[in-house]
C-alpha cells in the first residue's frame, strides 16, 4: 500500500507541474501590468515623468490639470491606451476633436515629456504609461495623494471617437447614469464620489455653465455665489474659443483638497453633475463624509484612480510602442 501511495502521490505531483507549466507557457509574452515595468529595460523612466511633470507644472501651473482630466478621458473609454492622443486623419476622426473632450489640452506637453523619455530610452516606455504616470505626478503637485500605480500598457492604434458619448458621462447626465457609467468599469459610488472631486481644481467653461444663468438663474444655486458666476458669464451665448470660465474652487482652485465638498453642500457646485452628487441620496452620505475627512476622500480617491488606470489595458504583445504619441507607428 505504501509504495502504491508513493506512486500516485508522485503521478499527483507531475500533472500538477504538467499543468502549471501549460499555465505559463499559455500566458508567455502576456503579462499584464506590473509595479516598475521597466526596472530593467529603461530604470530612469518614471523619475524622468516625475522631474518632467515638475518642470511643466512649474512653468505652467495648468498643466496639471490637464494631466488628471487625461487620465478619465482616456482609461474610461473602453482601455487605458493613450487613444486619446492620437490624431485625426483621413480615415479615422480624433477623440480629442469631439464634444465631449472639449476644454482638454496640453497635449504638446505629454509629447515633450515622451521626447525626454526616448531620449534615455528608444522605442520602450509606452505613451499609456507616460500618461498615467503623468497624471500620477500631477496630482502629487497639486496637493492630492501620492497613488502607486501598475505600469506595462501598450499603445493602441486607433481612436475611439465614436464611443465617447457611450463611456463618458455629461455634465448634466442623471446620477444614475453617472454611477451605471463607472459601476462598468468596476469603480463603485464612494469611487465616483471621490473622482468628482477632482472638480476641486482647474476651471470650467462658461460654455458649460450659462443654461443654469440664462434666461433664468437655476433656483438650486446659492444666491451669494451667483453674481461671480454672472461676472465672469456675462454672455448667454459665450463663444467657445475665448477665455471665458469660472473657477471650480474660489477657496483652494490650485489645491485638489476636500473643499470641493462642502462647496456643493453649500450649493455652490458649477455643474449640474455637483448639484447632483450633493442631492442625491445614493451619492450625498458620501459628500458629507468625504466633506469632513479629507483622508477619506484621498483614500476613496486613490482607490478609484487606481482601477481606473487598469481598465482594460493592452499588454504583452498587443498594440504596439508609438514613437510619437500623437501618431500610430505606421505613419512615420
Not at 444614475?176 to 470650467?204: C, D, Q, W, Y
Amino acid at each position: 500500500m505504501g509504495s502504491k501511495a508513493f506512486y500516485l502521490l508522485a503521478v499527483l505531483s507531475f500533472s500538477a507541474l504538467a499543468l502549471q507549466a501549460a499555465f505559463v507557457a499559455e500566458n508567455e509574452g502576456k503579462p499584464g501590468l506590473v509595479m516598475n515595468f521597466y526596472r530593467d529595460t529603461c530604470p530612469q523612466a518614471e523619475e524622468i515623468i516625475r522631474e518632467q511633470v515638475k518642470l511643466l507644472y512649474k512653468r505652467h501651473k495648468n498643466t496639471a490639470f490637464s494631466w488628471l482630466r487625461n487620465i478619465f478621458h482616456d482609461c474610461a473609454v473602453e482601455s487605458c491606451d493613450a487613444s486619446l492622443l492620437l490624431d485625426s486623419t483621413r480615415r479615422m476622426m480624433s477623440e480629442k476633436e469631439m464634444d465631449r473632450s472639449f476644454g482638454l489640452r496640453n497635449f504638446r506637453y505629454l509629447d515633450s515629456i515622451k521626447e525626454a523619455v526616448e531620449r534615455e530610452c528608444p522605442g520602450v516606455v509606452s505613451c499609456a504609461d507616460i500618461l498615467v504616470l503623468s497624471a500620477r505626478d500631477g496630482i502629487v503637485e497639486i496637493g492630492g495623494p501620492y497613488i502607486a500605480l501598475k505600469t506595462g500598457r501598450r499603445d493602441g492604434r486607433r481612436s475611439r471617437a465614436e464611443m465617447l458619448e457611450q463611456y463618458l458621462p455629461d455634465h448634466n447626465e442623471s446620477m444614475s447614469v453617472v454611477l451605471e457609467r463607472f459601476k462598468s468599469i468596476g469603480i463603485n459610488t464612494p469611487g465616483v464620489v471621490a473622482l468628482l472631486g477632482s472638480h476641486s481644481v482647474g476651471r470650467t467653461h462658461c460654455v458649460k455653465l450659462v443654461h443654469r444663468l440664462y434666461p433664468e438663474v437655476d433656483p438650486a444655486l446659492n444666491p451669494d455665489h451667483v453674481p461671480h458666476m454672472l461676472k465672469k458669464c456675462y454672455d448667454p451665448i459665450p463663444d467657445p474659443k475665448a477665455v471665458q470660465y469660472v473657477r471650480n474652487d474660489r477657496g483652494t482652485p490650485m489645491k485638489l483638497d476636500n473643499n470641493y465638498y462642502r462647496n456643493i453642500l453649500d450649493n455652490k457646485g458649477l455643474l449640474i453633475v455637483d448639484h447632483e452628487l450633493s442631492a442625491d441620496e445614493r451619492t450625498r452620505p458620501y459628500v458629507l463624509k468625504m466633506a469632513k475627512s479629507q483622508d477619506y476622500f484621498f483614500k476613496e480617491f486613490s482607490r478609484a484612480i487606481t482601477i481606473l488606470s487598469e481598465n482594460n489595458p493592452l499588454t504583452g504583445t498587443k498594440g504596439e510602442i508609438r514613437r510619437q504619441c500623437s501618431a500610430v507607428n505606421k505613419l512615420h
